[in-house]
Antibody, heavy 122, light 107 residues
Framework: QVQLQESGPGLVKPSGTLSLTCAVS?????????WSWVRQPPGKGLEWIGE???????NYNPSLKSRVSMSVDKSKNQFSLKLSSVTAADTAVYYC???????????????WGQGTLVTVSS | DIQMTQSPSSLSASVGDRVTITCRAS??????LNWYQQKAGKAPKLLIY???SLQSGVPSRFSGSGSGTDFTLTISSLQPEDFATYYC?????????FGQGTKVEIK
């Protein structure tokens, strides 16, 4: 059974950097899947942040691209997210998820981590 | 970006009702459309992938259909555990985008 678990500070100061890690169990970070981050502001919908492959290849949402970086740690079977210059608008529940890709553009998020709330406030 | 629009934004239904949720894409996305269920305080859960394929373990009362720009999620007989918010998501192109959600409430 594949499980993902997010971890990181729940409070970040404005203009600071949000840093989260997603630990993967039941699957290898070096498998043929991509690994993704999705966020959800309180009471709102879902926003895709980006994804990373074990090779280090990434795809980011253009709306966040200038502030986002992702990395993989194969030795720990985990991947990470950094979001810089945060503001209150970045307050959200952050989810990590495996991107299951069968062929071409057919891919989906499964499973998801439980999510972690990050609040941006001084 | 491809815009995904769900309708309705919310609905009230009774146990046993047939429920249909619609998702429309701003351009053709073939069948690259997935559906998720999210209960309050929980992570989304995959229900349907590639427009019509039922994820393993998901009850058969859930079904998906459509292609191109118009898609539907149908719950054939609503059960108490189905009251939740449902999201569609396209994987045709990045950035991957979600609909705004449809909240299914108890009548």
């Amino acid at each position: 059974q594949v499980q993902l678990q997010e971890s990181g500070p729940g409070l970040v100061k404005p203009s600071g950097t949000l840093s989260l890690t997603c630990a993967v169990s039941g699957d290898s970070i070096s498998s043929s899947n991509w690994w993704s981050w999705v966020r959800q502001p309180p009471g709102k919908g879902l926003e895709w942040i980006g994804e990373i492959y074990h090779s280090g290849s990434t795809n980011y949402n253009p709306s966040l691209k200038s502030r986002v970086s992702m990395s993989v740690d194969k030795s720990k079977n985990q991947f990470s997210l950094k979001l810089s210059s945060v503001t209150a608008a970045d307050t959200a529940v952050y989810y990590c998820a495996r991107v299951v890709a069968v062929a071409g553009r057919a891919n989906w998020f499964d499973p998801w981590g439980q999510g972690t709330l990050v609040t941006v406030s001084s | 970006d491809i815009q995904m629009t769900q309708s309705p934004s919310s609905l009230s239904a009774s146990v046993g009702d047939r429920v249909t949720i619609t998702c429309r894409a701003s351009q053709s996305i073939s069948r690259y459309l997935n559906w998720y269920q999210q209960k309050a305080g929980k992570a989304p859960k995959l229900l349907i992938y590639a427009a019509a394929s039922l994820q393993s373990g998901v009850p058969s009362r859930f079904s998906g259909s459509g292609s191109g720009t118009d898609f539907t999620l149908t719950i054939s007989s609503l059960q108490p555990e189905d009251f939740a918010t449902y999201y569609c998501q396209q994987s045709y192109s990045t950035p991957m985008t979600f609909g705004q959600g449809t909240k299914v409430e108890i009548k």
